[in-house]
């Protein structure tokens, strides 16, 4: 009997964040959307507790990011997407901004793109090349100081 628990449990712990994936999913697909009201710092495209830690992810127009951050747009740059994150100990809120942080991004096509985020002004950051309209799939690893490795992840739609 215990062992039927056992599997029942891990089953569970398995099957939440697909179920939550695939909520994630028909909910921005579901229209209604409005992008842009989320003022300078972007759209609060995710939010998630993992373990502990309450993982905020935004994603905005390059030209959004450089606003927010006083800064001139460069030129040349292909990525037209900031993807970023922020990260808080759910229990107490202090933010927590020291890691390492990974994106993984799988575009509409199914090839993907990888980089590690530089932590910058309370959030962690990359730039991605979202052009192609459709949805890509954000997967993110992070180790904060504790040690833990967490991930989380959800769907963007590119209009
Ligand atoms: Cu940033």
């Given at each position: 009997?215990?062992?039927?628990?056992?599997?029942?449990?891990?089953?569970?712990?398995?099957?939440?964040?697909?179920?939550?994936?695939?909520?994630?999913?028909?909910?921005?697909?579901?229209?209604?959307?409005?992008?842009?009201?989320?003022?300078?710092?972007?759209?609060?495209?995710?939010?998630e507790?993992?373990?502990?830690?309450?993982?905020?992810?935004?994603v905005?127009?390059?030209?959004?990011?450089?606003?927010?951050?006083?800064?001139?747009?460069?030129?040349?740059?292909?990525?037209?997407?900031?993807?970023?994150?922020?990260?808080?100990?759910?229990?107490?809120?202090?933010?927590?901004?020291?890691?390492?942080?990974?994106?993984?991004?799988?575009?509409?096509?199914?090839?993907?793109?990888?980089?590690?985020?530089m932590?910058?002004?309370?959030?962690?950051?990359?730039?991605?090349?979202?052009?192609?309209?459709?949805?890509?799939?954000?997967?993110?690893?992070?180790?904060?100081?504790?040690?833990?490795?967490?991930?989380?992840?959800?769907?963007?739609?590119?209009?």
């Open positions: 009997m215990k062992k039927l628990t056992v599997l029942v449990a891990a089953l569970f712990a398995l099957a939440a964040p697909i179920t939550s994936f695939a909520a994630d999913h028909t909910g921005h697909g579901g229209g209604g959307h409005d992008m842009g009201h989320g003022g300078p710092q972007g759209d609060v495209a995710h939010e507790v993992v373990d502990g830690v309450k993982a905020t992810f935004k905005m127009s390059m030209k959004e990011h450089m606003k927010a951050m006083n800064m001139e747009m460069p030129k040349g740059v292909k990525e037209t997407h900031h993807i970023a994150v922020e990260f808080k100990d759910a229990k107490t809120g202090k933010a927590l901004t020291e890691g390492d942080v990974k994106i993984k991004v799988q575009n509409p096509d199914k090839s993907d793109q990888s980089k590690d985020l932590g910058m002004q309370g959030h962690f950051g990359a730039d991605f090349d979202l052009s192609k309209k459709g949805k890509y799939g954000v997967m993110c690893k992070f180790q904060l100081k504790d040690g833990k490795t967490r991930s989380a992840k959800f769907w963007y739609t590119a209009k």
